[in-house]
Each structure stands twice: as structure tokens, then as C-alpha cells.
């Protein structure tokens, strides 16, 4: 691809594919209006029905998957997407 190019909004139809977002409410890395963006857009191209966005409140980068209370907080939302993915 040409250097610069976007190569993942024209494709947004190949990510036909359950797909869960989880975001801590408080990551300053990246902001949770980003992967809602990317949830809006998927659901716009393939379905909604296929996506999922969870914001974690009091959750900052990285915490969602290590953090005090995750195996509470954010884990049921994972085991719930794999659930629904191999219903």
C-alpha cells in the first residue's frame, strides 16, 4: 500500500465477526470515544448485532485485563462474548 494510506476503513466489511469491545472508562492511552468510533462503524457496515462495547468504570489502560477486581469487573463480560460466539 502506498505509504499513508488507509487501509482499514475501506475494509471494515472484512471484520464481519463477533467482536467485543471493552475499555476502561479511565485509560488516558486511548480514549474510550475511540473504540466506540470503531464499534459505531462496524455496526453501521456488518450489523450490530454481531459487536458489543463495554466501558469499565475506574478502569485505566491495561487494567481491564490485570487489574484488582477484573476477575468481577471484566471477566463475565469475556466469558459472556464466548459464550455468545460458541452458543
Do not use: A, V, W
Given at each position: 500500500n502506498a505509504k499513508g494510506e488507509d487501509v482499514?476503513?475501506?475494509?471494515?466489511n472484512k471484520l464481519k465477526?463477533?467482536?467485543t469491545f471493552i475499555h476502561g472508562e479511565k485509560n488516558q492511552?486511548?480514549?474510550?470515544?475511540s473504540?466506540?468510533?470503531t464499534y459505531e462503524t462496524l455496526c453501521a457496515t456488518n450489523g450490530k448485532e454481531l459487536?458489543?462495547?463495554i466501558i469499565i468504570?475506574?478502569?485505566g489502560?491495561?487494567?481491564c485485563m490485570y487489574g484488582k477486581n477484573t476477575v468481577v469487573d471484566v471477566?463475565?463480560?469475556i466469558l459472556a462474548h464466548f459464550e455468545k460466539v460458541n452458543a
Open positions: 482499514y476503513m475501506p475494509n471494515m465477526i463477533p467482536i492511552l486511548f480514549e474510550p470515544k473504540t466506540l468510533t459487536y458489543n462495547h468504570p475506574g478502569y489502560h491495561n487494567d471477566f463475565p463480560h
